[in-house]
């Protein structure tokens, strides 16, 4: 983020001064400190200097009905005032948890019938892990607790989420992550796939690569399988036509539990509530949400599941799921994603979120022309720009050249805020986008990334 701005700055200095921000450069830090963020309505945000940015990152993938709604803070401060509380760790409920796990059960895809909260996307994923070896084990098979997952996923920050999911980057040797009983996959990513080989051929070889796996591992030992339906940081992956349908009928045939961590592509990031099935074919035993569920007025998540594994956990009787969560079904949380739900429908943000999202794609699209892009990627309101040195080897900038950090700070300066991921300029606005703002995206990128091309040179 920027240099401070030069007015009194109290703000900026507290929080150079004592905060963690942790996907940060510690080193600029310590000169340059945060954009201290004043203000929010629609897709625009203001620093406390008044300028203004387009915030083309929507929060952080989160932002889907946009900033400053009224009802939803009314929707709020009425929950607070009626119940801001109440125990959900036993058998005792309150109205807005028991309203939003219907509505759920209600978008969500096939009999995913069955919800259990969480205070966010990490929390959701953590809990879906061990629901695999909870399933697993009350059905007799208790070494089938592996999880397979895929190479550059992103599943949350938690010790076992971080486990799971394996972005570049991420794997610091500072700490040591649990790999027994986790598999990783070659990354589904058309654009880096082996020279040699047709997208076809490439997702015939991913879908071989999970058989042998198995065959090595042995199904009994490989519980579920994860994967977000687009890989989100690890750089806006859109797999093979047919891999997840193919993984997932992999899944069925060596009952293995397909969880969709849907945490970015559901709530109406890519035209859907959730898109396993909408856009990809498949169905999920599990899936798991957050972020657009409240569009980042209130931390929640949700992990949904299947009938069919809620009938093998109620069997019997005499269980529990030792499994919780303070905040699990907060009143006032769930009554904010209830209001958020109710304006994705009211405005027809899905529809919506799918025609501006075409016009975004066609509008990104030239920039794959410039110099220094080698690929330009995505659906809908999840799209990034990635950099290469070379767009015929595909080969990357030195990590020093540092370019799209340098890209998205030059596009802060002229008011629109994308985020920088190793290589590649990611961007997800919220839903209620329209095109006058695509096209200042598409514009103001492209002057970032050309000037940054020529300091380049
Ligand atoms: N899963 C995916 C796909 C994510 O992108 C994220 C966060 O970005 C998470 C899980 C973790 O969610 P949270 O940060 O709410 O814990």
Wanted: aromatic share 8%.
């Amino acid at each position: 983020m920027a240099a401070p701005n030069t007015l009194p700055n109290d703000l900026w200095q507290m929080d150079h001064d004592h905060a963690l921000h942790p996907w940060t450069n510690f080193g600029p830090f310590e000169k340059q400190g945060s954009l201290v963020i004043a203000r929010g309505e629609g897709c625009y945000l203001w620093d406390q200097g008044g300028q203004r940015y387009l915030d083309a990152v929507g929060g952080m993938w989160c932002t889907n009905i946009g900033l400053g709604r009224k009802e939803m803070a009314q929707a709020i401060a009425d929950q607070a005032e009626t119940l801001a509380f109440a125990n959900y760790f036993v058998d005792m409920t309150n109205g807005p948890a028991a309203r939003l796990a219907a509505k759920l059960a209600e978008l969500a895809p096939g009999d995913l019938n069955r919800v259990f909260f969480t205070t966010g996307g990490s929390t959701a994923v953590d809990t879906a892990v061990r629901m695999v070896s909870y399933y697993h084990h009350a059905r007799g098979n208790p070494e089938k607790t592996g999880i397979v997952a895929r190479e550059n996923s992103y599943h949350g920050s938690t010790y076992l989420t971080q486990s799971v999911g394996k972005r570049n980057g991420d794997r610091v040797e500072e700490f040591r992550y649990k790999e027994d009983g986790i598999w990783h996959l070659t990354c589904p990513n058309p654009y880096r796939r082996p020279a040699h080989m047709t997208e076809a051929q490439f997702c015939d070889d991913l879908v071989a690569e999970f058989e042998a796996l198995i065959a090595r591992v042995g199904a009994d030992r490989i519980g579920g399988f994860i994967a977000e339906p687009i890989q989100a940081s690890g750089g806006i992956i859109i797999p093979p036509e047919g891999y997840l349908r193919r993984m997932w009928q992999v899944c069925q045939r060596h009952d293995i539990l397909f969880i969709a961590d849907e945490v970015v592509t559901a709530f109406g990031r890519i035209g859907h509530w959730f898109a396993s099935l909408s856009e990809f074919g498949v169905q999920p035993d599990i899936i798991t949400s957050a972020k657009g569920l409240t569009s980042g007025y209130l931390p929640l998540g949700a992990m949904i599941f299947s009938d069919r594994i809620w009938d093998v956990m109620a069997e019997g009787g005499q269980r529990w799921f030792t499994s919780g969560l303070t905040y699990s079904g907060h009143p006032v949380s769930c009554a904010a994603a209830l209001k958020n739900i109710e304006i994705i429908e009211r405005e027809g943000l899905l529809a919506h979120a799918a025609s501006v999202g075409s016009y975004f794609e066609d509008r990104m699209a030239p920039l794959a022309d410039l110099p220094l892009v080698g690929n330009v990627r995505g659906k809908k309101l999840m799209l990034c720009v990635e950099s290469v040195a070379d767009k015929h080897t595909k080969a990357l900038l030195p990590d020093e050249a540092n370019e799209s950090k340098r890209i998205s700070d030059v596009a802060e300066g002229m008011g629109l805020l994308v985020r920088p991921i190793g290589h590649l300029n990611v961007m997800s606005p919220p839903l209620i986008l329209t095109e006058p703002q695509v096209d200042f995206i598409a514009e103001t990128l492209e002057k970032a990334i050309r000037r940054v091309t020529d300091d380049l040179v």
